[in-house]
T-cell receptor, first 115, second 114 residues
Framework: GAGVSQSPSNKVTEKGKDVELRCDPISGHTALYWYRQRLGQGLEFLIYFQGNSAPDKSGLPSDRFSAERTGESVSTLTIQRTQQEDSAVYLCASSRGGGWADTQYFGPGTRLTVL | AQTVTQSQPEMSVQEAETVTLSCTYD???????LFWYKQPPSRQMILVIRQEAYKQQNATENRFSVNFQKAAKSFSLKISDSQLGDAAMYFCAYSTSGTYKYIFGTGTRLKVLA
């Protein structure tokens, strides 16, 4: 079956512009996660969606970051007024359930470059 | 604080040889899962192997195996008969009971020499 897909693959934007990153999880997976991967670093948790429950936004670095998910399908991560420090790869993952024992499956990420 | 440490930023191995990537972690939980993910240049994170903390037997997956030392909080990955396609970044991670968040290390870049 299809894996997690993300678009665009690469995004170059100017400082101050808004960007939207999209994630399509694996069909049937109720949980969806966003991570940020800065150059040379590990993955940093941003936000978590589980079914119709309120999302866990505790990892979002500032109020310029927001995310939405419609039901158990597509999610969009929005970064407003982008800054150069937002440059990173943004990875999305999904899992069958949202439990700690559920394996997360990752998409290929979106590389964001803020000039 | 919960942390994962990968002390080897880069490793090299000759094709067909064996290499071991190290990982140590710090958690006060008794129930947790440990993971090794591979990230090739395509950026696609691929699950290589996972280990349940309450299982003493080390997980294996074809040429990949782990050495899990719970008391030492160590979780190393051994790659046997290395192949050119094994070249990638390897990340160690864990998840603990009561949370869905994975905690990742900073990764080890593996180069495979022909």
């Amino acid at each position: 079956g299809a894996g997690v897909s993300q678009s665009p693959s690469n995004k170059v934007t100017e400082k101050g512009k808004d960007v939207e990153l999209r994630c399509d999880p694996i069909s049937g997976h109720t949980a969806l996660y966003w991570y940020r991967q800065r150059l040379g670093q590990g993955l940093e948790f941003l936000i978590y969606f589980q079914g119709n429950s309120a999302p866990d936004k505790s990892g979002l670095p500032s109020d310029r970051f927001s995310a939405e998910r419609t039901g158990e399908s597509v999610s969009t991560l929005t970064i407003q007024r982008t800054q150069q420090e937002d440059s990173a790869v943004y990875l999305c993952a999904s899992s069958r359930g949202g439990g700690w024992a559920d394996t997360q499956y990752f998409g290929p990420g979106t590389r964001l470059t803020v000039l | 604080a919960q942390t994962v440490t990968q002390s080897q930023p880069e490793m090299s191995v000759q094709e067909a040889e064996t290499v071991t990537l190290s990982c140590t972690y710090d958690t006060s939980e008794s129930d947790y899962y440990l993971f090794w993910y591979k990230q090739p240049p395509s950026r696609q994170m691929i699950l290589v192997i996972r280990q349940e903390a309450y299982k003493q037997q080390n997980a294996t997956e074809n040429r990949f195996s782990v050495n899990f030392q719970k008391a030492a909080k160590s979780f190393s990955l051994k790659i046997s008969d290395s192949q050119l396609g094994d070249a990638a970044m390897y990340f160690c991670a864990y998840s603990t009971s009561g949370t869905y968040k994975y905690i990742f290390g900073t990764g080890t870049r593996l180069k495979v020499l022909a």
